[in-house]
């Protein structure tokens, strides 16, 4: 965990510090010397909590438990992050339509899968001279697929021997 250490009693060398008690109550501003006596006599930890404000805020508490809870919240939100991959289907111009049906149905796959898809055609000797064919392909997998069901991230554009066009799954959240 990559958690921004915060200091704690000793560590703080400011003069002094605004000071939020055990119980979240503001003190005011106060001598740092002051806010530890208070700190070690709550049997609790002064921990700086916003060391950019001027003066410091400096908060009563628990460190360790301030820390589990802290990992506890970065612990969940990582958990509800989902991860996209990217997949890619290849294919070529003079596609047969069987194969052309199949590869979509590989993308429509993919994307109910929730992945982003790079459709690529390539191009290899004098098909280069016939790119529009690949944008015919393109199109005709477009018209494979179920409208709604994804949004033209990236439209059919040349990348060198290569055309390609990226899908994203349509968002599920209603």
């Known amino acids: 965990m990559a958690a921004k250490r915060l200091r704690i009693n000793e560590e703080i060398r400011v003069r002094e510090v605004r000071l939020i008690d055990a ?3 503001q003190r005011g501003v106060i001598a740092t010397g002051d806010a530890l006596n208070l700190a070690k006599e709550s049997e609790m930890d002064l921990v700086e909590v916003a060391p950019q404000a001027n003066p410091p805020v400096c908060k009563i508490l628990d460190y360790g438990k301030y820390r589990f809870e802290q990992e ?5 939100s990582k958990k509800n992050q989902k991860l996209v991959k990217m997949k ?9 339509k ?3 049906q199949f590869k979509a149905k590989h993308v429509k796959e993919f994307l109910e899968d929730g992945n982003k898809v790079k459709v690529t055609i390539r191009f290899r000797g004098r098909e280069l001279a016939h790119t529009e064919l690949g944008k015919v392909v393109l199109d005709n997998v477009l018209g494979l697929l179920e409208e ?6 990236r439209p059919p554009a040349m ?9 994203n799954p349509k968002s599920s959240k209603k």
Not at 148 to 153: I, L, P
Not at 159 to 167: K, N, P, Q, V
């Open 88 to 96: 890619e289907i290849r294919m070529q111009p003079k596609i047969e």
């Open 148 to 153: 709604g069901t994804y949004v033209v991230d």
């Open 72 to 76: 506890k919240r970065l612990r969940e």
């Open 98 to 100: 069987h194969d052309l």
């Open 23 to 25: 119980q979240g109550e």
């Open 159 to 167: 990348e060198g021997r290569f055309m390609s066009m990226i899908l």
